[in-house]
């Protein structure tokens, strides 16, 4: 058995300074030391796969990080594991606990995922580390975690069984309710054309941010206007483009905006709460909202009965607006960009295919290391 602060010490002497995840019983003490650290960097996540996405935007704006779960939500985590640690070859050290371990009484839910716990990781990709058990071991494990993190752009995972760590009490402040903003309405006509809003909004956002483009034709719409260092066009990961602008914007002092999809973002929906309630005021989140799955065909989705500005509203943005139109998205964007952030922008967008669309030439890893760099001028 280990203390927890001695492990959260050990990670922070190995220059681990970002954490984030979603408790477990087993990781009471860790979560408890990590929180109760006011030097130490914890978010909360709604799922484990947010989690892994808000680790993943810290990392590319500089920080290391652990993202700490129940082997439970490993199932959760696994799409951005695949689809965006992986390609991106994005490292984060993951510590899963080992709920339903063979031979250890536990709960029914437990005993499948308890069984298939450490292959399932090692079938994701992660390189398996033994959760240290002793205070000799805290140093050696984290130290080579980090190594490997460094060298390979690999995720590392930790499995924490029942019993490894002593308890540990919690000392939590509590996140102050800020009052909700009305959603400004900026009308508008007929949809605008994705493409050419996008080139409006490019024009509008400074050079210096880092502009995030969710999975689909959106990411490739944004590469075929204007391939930039400051931008990350996801190809995976679907919906995790909020949580990534999330976990960047709280380690950066540029400029975040992230371009979501209304599919994407109903899919992570809880990403909205996570950052209402993290004000990061950098951030700028817009829905480009065509009513449609249209990458994989245009399938409905169901967000012509969303309000996502209201949504947004409610779980706390700073500032939220809906347009329809070219020129009322653009007149929202400006009026966003000046005011204080988290930033919340439902642009309806038309439904249409474009044609002749490029696919970034260079690899997920190198989109990485560029954004990296680009936000690394400017880090805090
Ligand atoms: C987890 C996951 N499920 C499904 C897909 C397949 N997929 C790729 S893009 C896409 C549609 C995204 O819809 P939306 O966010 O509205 O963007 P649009 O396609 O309209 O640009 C889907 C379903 C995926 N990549 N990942």
Redesign the pocket.
């Known amino acids: 058995m280990i203390e927890a602060d001695d492990f959260l010490a050990g990670a922070r002497r190995q220059g681990i300074d970002f954490f984030t995840g979603v408790p477990c019983s087993f990781l009471t003490p860790l979560m408890n030391a990590v929180i109760s650290d006011p030097g130490a960097r914890y978010v909360g996540a709604t799922s484990e796969g947010e989690a892994v996405a808000i680790a993943a935007g810290a990392w590319l704006a500089g920080r290391q990080t652990v993202v700490m779960f129940q082997n439970s939500g490993l199932g959760n985590a696994v799409?951005p594991l695949t689809?965006l640690n992986h390609p991106f070859r994005i490292p984060t050290l993951v510590i899963a606990t080992w709920r339903g371990e063979p031979g250890v009484a536990d709960e029914p839910q437990h005993e499948l995922m308890g069984e298939i716990t450490a292959p399932l990781l090692d079938l994701v990709g992660t390189r398996r580390i033994a959760f240290p058990v002793s205070l000799g071991e805290v140093e050696v494990s984290l130290a080579s975690a980090v190594a490997h993190m460094r060298a390979s752009g690999e995720v590392v995972a930790m499995v924490q069984p029942k019993g490894a760590l002593a308890p540990r009490a919690l000392d939590e402040t509590r996140p102050v309710q800020l009052p909700r903003v009305e959603v400004r309405d900026f009308g508008g006509a007929a949809p605008a054309r994705?493409m050419e809003l996008l080139a409006a909004i490019r024009e509008i956002v400074p050079q210096s941010a880092g502009m995030i483009a969710?999975?689909?034709?959106?990411g490739r719409e944004l590469y075929t206007l204007q391939d930039h260092p400051g931008h990350l066009y996801c190809v995976?990961?679907?919906?995790g483009a909020s949580a990534m602008g999330l976990g960047a914007a709280l380690n950066t002092e540029r400029q975040i905006v992230v371009l979501?999809?209304?599919?994407?973002?109903?899919?992570k929906l809880g990403n909205m709460a996570t950052i209402g309630a993290q004000q990061p005021s950098g951030l700028t989140h817009v829905v480009?909202?065509?009513e449609?799955?249209?990458?994989?065909g245009g399938?409905a989705?169901v967000?012509p009965g969303v309000d996502f500005a209201a949504i947004a509203s409610a779980c706390g943005y700073r500032f939220a607006a809906r347009a329809c139109g070219l020129e009322a998205g653009v007149a929202a964007m400006r009026e966003a960009l000046g005011a204080p952030g988290p930033r919340f922008l439902h642009l309806k967008v038309a439904?249409e295919q474009v044609v002749g669309l490029g696919r970034p030439g260079i690899t997920p890893a190198e989109v990485a290391r560029r954004f990296r760099a680009h936000l690394g001028e400017g880090g805090v």
């Open positions: 799409n689809s994705r969710t999975t689909g034709h959106t995976g990961s679907m919906g979501d999809g209304d599919g994407a973002a109903l899919m480009l909202d065509n449609r799955h249209l990458s994989t399938q989705t967000s439904a």
